[in-house]
């Protein structure tokens, strides 16, 4: 009975303890070449974790233009615990826009086509959807695709052995560290929540 006493209060004190602290860093193995970031927020009194993967970069499929940049997230409440999506986004800034005005982005994981194309009440239906942004600024351009998973999904492009992104008339591939990143969160999707 002491013990399950003892046990109640260590565990709330580690929660308080994680409501407040600062954003904690994975511990990074010698061979990946990646971060993600746990941090907690509290909105409208409710405290929400956000697991973030901090950008990375994508050669360019033409070599004379800058890398696209990479990011991933999820985000789950504390009481809930459920994650209702993930996001995979894409950011360029070049001297030219490359990324489509019509938010549309085809994943091929192994394979597999999964298309996801701009579709404001996916989400809310528990379906992937995309949003591409697109912003002149001097003589750069700058701009962004944003695509939100449900979490099946992101975890079965996440799994892939070979994962080819198309969107617009740009074509790449990810490397297996960007595959690694994937993989990562999706096992944090899916672990149980502290």
């Given at each position: 009975?002491?013990?399950?006493f003892l046990v109640?209060?260590l565990?709330g004190g580690?929660r ?8 904690t860093?994975?511990p990074r ?5 990646y971060?993600?970031?746990t941090?907690?927020?509290t909105?409208n009194g409710?405290?929400i974790?956000?697991?973030?993967l901090e ?6 499929p033409d070599?004379?233009d800058e890398?696209i ?7 789950y409440?504390q ?8 996001y ?7 001297l030219k ?6 938010a ?8 597999e ?7 404001p009440g996916?989400a809310?239906r528990?379906e992937a ?5 697109s912003?002149?600024?001097g003589d750069r351009?700058k701009e ?6 449900p979490q099946?999904?992101y ?6 052995q070979?994962?080819?992104v198309q969107?617009?008339?740009l074509?790449?591939?990810?490397n297996?560290?960007h595959?690694?990143?994937l993989?990562?969160?999706g ?8």
């Amino acid at each position: 009975m002491f013990l399950l006493f003892l046990v109640g209060i260590l565990g709330g004190g580690c929660r308080s303890f994680a409501q407040r602290s600062k954003p904690t860093l994975s511990p990074r193995s010698p061979q990946a070449d990646y971060k993600i970031v746990t941090k907690n927020e509290t909105r409208n009194g409710d405290v929400i974790t956000i697991v973030s993967l901090e950008r990375m970069s994508i050669a360019s499929p033409d070599a004379a233009d800058e890398p696209i940049g990479f990011s991933s997230m999820f985000v789950y409440d504390q009481k809930s615990q459920a994650v209702p999506a993930a996001y995979i986004s894409f950011y360029s800034l070049a001297l030219k826009c490359r990324f489509p005005h019509k938010a549309e982005v085809i994943f091929v994981a192994d394979g597999e086509n999964i298309r996801v194309g701009d579709d404001p009440g996916a989400a809310k239906r528990g379906e992937a959807t995309a949003i591409s942004l697109s912003e002149r600024g001097g003589d750069r351009c700058k701009e962004s695709l944003d695509v939100i998973l449900p979490q099946r999904v992101y975890v079965s492009i996440a799994k892939g052995q070979m994962v080819e992104v198309q969107f617009g008339e740009l074509r790449f591939r990810l490397n297996e560290n960007h595959l690694n990143a994937l993989r990562e969160l999706g096992r944090r999707m899916a672990a149980p929540k502290p």
